[in-house]
């Protein structure tokens, strides 16, 4: 997982950005919530995000490596019925937690909320 913070370009990197979102957001999301949150994520760091098939290959990947596990689920919504989508959430060893929690990318973004907040 170290190298895969490390790159920079590809999807590897795609990978590396959807793992520090879901540690962002506490380990979960709908999958519909990670393609909006991985935007942000990326935008505010002054990069240009993958496409949404991008991202979609990414997730699969790295359930692939037993790094997210993806479960099929309903999402509640205004609907009765809600929205059969999935659920995407973190799978790693507390090794790999402290990692995501010193990357320098998670870091900066943390910064940028921090300052955000603190001029609103």
């Known amino acids: ?3 895969l ?6 999807l590897e990197s795609v990978m ?3 793992l520090r979102v879901l540690y962002i957001c506490m380990g979960s999301l709908w999958l519909s919530e990670l393609m909006s ?5 990326v935008e505010a760091l002054g990069d240009t995000p ?3 098939d991008e991202v ?3 997730v699969n990947k790295l359930s692939e490596i037993g790094l997210v596990s993806i479960k099929e689920g309903i999402r509640a919504t205004m609907s009765q019925e809600g929205e059969r989508t ?3 959430s973190l799978k790693l060893s507390s090794q790999q937690l402290t990692l995501l929690r010193n990357d320098s990318r998670v870091s900066k973004y943390r910064d940028l909320w921090r300052y955000y907040l603190k001029t609103t």
């Not at 949150?37 to 994520?41: A, G, H, K, Q």
């Open 86 to 88: 999935y659920l995407v």
């Open 56 to 58: 979609k290959k990414a």
């Open 1 to 3: 997982m170290e190298e």
């Open 37 to 41: 949150e991985y935007r942000v994520f």
């Open 5 to 10: 913070l490390k790159a920079t370009e590809g």
């Open 50 to 52: 993958a496409s949404e």
């Open 16 to 18: 590396a950005d959807v």
